[in-house]
């Protein structure tokens, strides 16, 4: 299994391809920008895209799927929750002088209810992890010990609860699964920044110190 790493959008949002080697099913996780069509023309003439997936509806994690789809014909996935999210912030691109429509973006699946996805022999598992927005996901890897998080959880920090929809209770709950769930050699890849560590979080990241306490 690989995981390339792209940072796009104008918000420097990491979006993710994941695939296996020996199948080459792919999928896309979180294409903030439309530049996202560029890199993965050049990556993935050769992969089988099975999926693109937003780990929340916010707009700098999703501006890419109105290029993507017009060539990719794998669904585009989000957490049913986060409708009302993805709608709301699309007023956050005109900032950006870039103008979303809605059904650019319209999730053609929900993954409200998707415990698991497939890439050849590799198996994802879907978290639900609301808190930075009532349908945030975690997805992660067993075999690997990689976990994509989103806007949960960055290096040292975690995402912010202060705008609509977000919930700081949700959030604390969320982080403590995610605390018992993975092991502490957990690879973390979230959705700006640098990559960490869950062992390095739990020494270094005050919020997860604080819900580890818990």
Partial sequence: MKVL????????????????????????IDPGGDEAIDYINNVAKDLKLKYIIA??????????????????????LLHGA?????????????????NVDLKE?????????????VLGDTLLRVMHTPGHTPGSVTLFIPSL??????????????????????????LKRSLR??????????VIYPGHGPSTTLEHELINNR???????I
């Fill in 145 to 170: 010990k990689v976990a994509f998080t989103g806007d949960t959880i960055f290096k040292e920090s975690v995402g912010r609860t202060d705008l609509p929809g977000g919930s700081w209770d949700e």
């Fill in 82 to 98: 986060d409708h009302e999210v993805l709608n709301e912030s699309l007023e956050w691109a005109l900032m950006w002088n870039i």
């Fill in 207 to 213: 919020y997860l110190r604080r819900v580890k306490a």
């Fill in 55 to 76: 780990t929340h509806g916010h707009v700098d994690h999703v501006i890419g799927v109105r290029k993507l789809r017009k060539v990719i014909k794998a669904p585009f």
């Fill in 105 to 117: 973006v319209m999730p053609d699946g929900d993954l409200n209810g998707i415990r698991e996805l």
């Fill in 177 to 186: 699964r995610l605390v018992l769930e993975l092991d502490r050699d957990y």
């Fill in 5 to 28: 790493t792209y940072v796009v959008g104008p918000l420097n949002t990491n979006m993710y391809v994941i695939y296996d080697e020996a199948s080459l099913e792919a999928l896309i």
